[in-house]
Structure formats: structure tokens, C-alpha cells
């Protein structure tokens, strides 16, 4: 079945330093959205991307939707305590039957942010 | 906006017994989603209701499980009989039109089954 693989699945990195999280997927993607879960909250929809090799920047976030739209990456440059949480990627692609999209979520990207 | 409200925040149930967890989508919006989350499996998208009409529910686990929209503002996710196994948190989403657009999600129902 479809899936859609994050890595890496845990990142601790002091304040200030930067930090990615990527996904892929085996089939060729409709779009990506990209949502943050804070412990014991609920995700929050941080982005979509749908045009190929789209990049997109929210401060310090920078999403890039790959070429092929089989890729993405979430990038945080100089990392504060605030951004502390699980970031995840979501997929849509269409069912063989082409009647509807399917949306996938990745694995998730468990981020700690140390002062 | 209230937001998506999802009902109860926490339930403990028996094995055994039926469960039945509730949502309201945020008004105007015309899908709604049913996922679920644990540590072993992440988030599944178990349900998806396009104008109340479910369109996609190849994530529901097994026939224990069953989701219905009566309309636009309530729907129901209900675990019959429930199992260990189906303790996690149960999350409600709604957008304004389907899988292309930024979903809302609420609080959650965090479910043990004991």
C-alpha cells in the first residue's frame, strides 16, 4: 500500500542550531501538507505544497515539494524551545480507481530543542 | 470559531463494551475525518465524509468499528464490542472541501479499554 516515510524519526538539537525532517514516498504525490503535534496536543496545519519543486518559507520554516513530487522536506533554521514537537507529513495521492484521494500521514519527526 | 469539538476528552471503558465518541465540525466546512493515533502505528486516517456521505473508509480496522455523519454538524465513531488493542486517541478533523485543503483537528478522545 501507499506509504509515505519521514526520518528521521527523533532529533535533539541545542537552540539555535537547525533543523530537518524529510519524507518520501513511493508514488507520485497530489500534494503534501505538513502539520506540528505539541505533546499532548493535537496537529496543527503548518503548510501545503502542490506545484513541483515548490518551496515555501514561514519565518524560520522552509518546505520544499521535490521534483517528481515524491519528496519533502521541512527545514528550521536556528531552532527555538517553541518549536519543540512532532512534525509530520501528509500525502495525497490518487486511488487506482481515480475516484478519490488518499491521505497518508508519515511516521512524524519527534523534535527536542535543549536550551 | 469554537473549533472542531470532539467529546469525550477521555473515556475508560471495559472490554467488551460499546464506546461511542462524537464530533462537531467547524461550521461550513464539508469534510470530516476520523484518525486515530498510537505510538505503534502514528496517525490512520480511519473514515473520511465528504458532505456527509462517507467516501473513503479503507482504514477502518474491522467490522467492530463503525462511523456515521447524520449531518453536517455531528458524526460518531463507535467501537462495538471494544478491545485493548483500541485504546489510543482518537482525533476528529474537518476541512472546507476534502483532502486538498488544511484540515482542522480537535483535542481528541483518548480512549483506554481495559
Known amino acids: 500500500g501507499q506509504q509515505v516515510m519521514q526520518i528521521p524519526q527523533y532529533q535533539h538539537v541545542q537552540e539555535g542550531e537547525d533543523f530537518t525532517t524529510y519524507c518520501n514516498s513511493s508514488?507520485?504525490?497530489?500534494?503534501i501538507q505538513w502539520y506540528k503535534q505539541r505533546p499532548g496536543g493535537h496537529p496543527v496545519f503548518l503548510i501545503q505544497?502542490?506545484?513541483?519543486?515548490e518551496v515555501k518559507k514561514q519565518k524560520r520554516l522552509t518546505f520544499q515539494f521535490g521534483e517528481a513530487k515524491k519528496n519533502s522536506s521541512l527545514h528550521i533554521t536556528a531552532t527555538q524551545t517553541t518549536d519543540v514537537g512532532t512534525y509530520f507529513c501528509?500525502?495525497?495521492?490518487?486511488?487506482?480507481?481515480?475516484?478519490?484521494?488518499?491521505?497518508?500521514f508519515g511516521s512524524g519527526t519527534q523534535l527536542t530543542v535543549l536550551p | 470559531d469554537a473549533g472542531v469539538i470532539q467529546s469525550p476528552r477521555h473515556e475508560v471503558t471495559e472490554m467488551g463494551q460499546e464506546v461511542t465518541l462524537r464530533c462537531k465540525p467547524i461550521?461550513?466546512?464539508?469534510?470530516l475525518f476520523w484518525y486515530r493515533q498510537t505510538m505503534m502505528r502514528g496517525l490512520e486516517l480511519l473514515i473520511y465524509?465528504?458532505?456527509?456521505?462517507?467516501?473513503?473508509d479503507s482504514g477502518m480496522p474491522e467490522d467492530r468499528f463503525s462511523a456515521k455523519m447524520p449531518n453536517a454538524s455531528f458524526s460518531t465513531l463507535k467501537i462495538q464490542p471494544s478491545e485493548p488493542r483500541d485504546s489510543a486517541v482518537y482525533f476528529c478533523?474537518?476541512?472546507?472541501?476534502?483532502?486538498?485543503?488544511?484540515?482542522?483537528f480537535g483535542q481528541g478522545t483518548r480512549l483506554t479499554v481495559v
Open positions: 505544497l502542490v506545484k513541483s519543486g
Open positions: 501528509a500525502g495525497s495521492i490518487r486511488l487506482s480507481s481515480g475516484s478519490a484521494r488518499q491521505l497518508t
Open positions: 461550521s461550513g466546512h464539508n469534510s
Open positions: 478533523a474537518s476541512s472546507l472541501a476534502g483532502r486538498l485543503t488544511e484540515a482542522f
Open positions: 508514488t507520485t504525490l497530489s500534494n
Open positions: 465524509f465528504n458532505n456527509n456521505v462517507p467516501i473513503d
